[in-house]
């Protein structure tokens, strides 16, 4: 009627392709997780001290802007860190993953 030939046909069911979702984590992936998570250490702590150095000059010279800056930088550092660390925590339980299905 509408030029569709396959109308009241099911496609045949296909397996998707690839490993599955319990198949070990790629180790290319691990690693990148890991070099990410510290540079998100890495920038989070620089944010923190320019973030402290911004909030001290701020109050020693009575500039409320400043301050606000200050705190704003030291809290996406204190987030950066929090990333960098849950990063790390992924790729941890990547590996026990890993580690786990290889001894069975």
Do not use: W
């Amino acid at each position: 009627m509408f030029g569709h030939r396959n109308l009241g046909r099911a496609a045949p069911f296909r397996f998707p392709e690839g490993p599955g979702p319990f198949a070990p984590p790629d180790p290319r992936s691990v690693k990148e997780i890991s070099m990410s998570s510290t540079t998100d250490k890495i920038k989070g702590l620089a944010n923190e001290a320019v973030g402290n150095v911004k909030q001290g000059i701020g109050s020693a010279t009575g500039n409320e802007k400043l301050q606000a800056e200050g705190k704003a930088q030291k809290l996406k550092g204190e987030a950066q860190k929090t990333v960098g660390d849950a990063k790390d925590g992924v790729k941890n339980a990547a590996q026990s993953a890993a580690d786990a299905v290889k001894k069975i």
